[in-house]
């Protein structure tokens, strides 16, 4: 792993790439005594093992909640659009509290941390299919208690909501 690198107080390019685990450790560096939530999302370029950064947006949400504004979506999309090797690392954090403290976890997606995901990754019918493809791609990453994790799945709950919307689930 590289050195690790806080991230920027502004959104904007980097004056030199940046590997992933670098930036996540950044992330993590950055929030993990922080008392409200980050989402913190890096723009890049897949290439061998890792995904090298060239540019980063940082939203700062309150103590339960960060907002993905549509903006940043359209921006994610038009990254990914742009060459079948780009790639977006989204890093969410999760202040301390006190069951974090009590049982030391690793980090534990919420319910809305997949609800995101899922807007984001699965309902967008280019980014499914890119990722279907291998062709650009979105990760999630959460940070808690001291630790950074990704997560791949959408919540159980919000599958069969959207099942039972679409009528793919029947009674």
């Known amino acids: 792993m590289g050195t690790c690198c806080r991230y920027p107080q502004a ?10 685990n670098s930036f996540l450790c950044g ?10 939530e980050h989402l913190i999302v890096g723009f890049g370029v897949r290439r061998g093992p890792t995904t090298w ?9 309150d103590e339960h909640r960060v907002p993905v504004p549509s903006a940043l979506v359209t921006d994610i999309e038009g990254h990914l659009a742009a060459n079948g090797r780009r790639e ?13 403290v009590l049982f030391d976890n690793e980090p ?4 809305a941390d997949r609800g995101t995901l899922l807007k984001m990754r699965y309902l967008q ?4 299919l890119r990722t279907f493809l ?7 990453f959460l940070g808690e208690n001291g630790f950074v ?23």
């Open 125 to 128: 019918l280019l980014m499914a």
């Open 108 to 111: 534990l997606a919420s319910s």
């Open 88 to 100: 977006v690392i989204v890093f969410h954090n999760h202040p301390p509290n006190f069951l974090n």
């Open 134 to 140: 291998g062709r650009g791609n979105v990760r999630f």
């Open 27 to 36: 992330c993590l560096d950055g929030t993990e005594h922080d008392t409200v």
């Open 53 to 61: 950064l060239e540019a980063i947006h940082h939203e700062l949400g």
């Open 149 to 171: 994790k990704e997560f791949r799945t959408p919540g159980v709950l919000q599958l069969l909501a959207l099942a039972e919307r679409t009528g793919l689930r029947r009674r």
């Open 11 to 20: 959104s904007g390019g980097l004056e030199r790439p940046l590997a992933r």
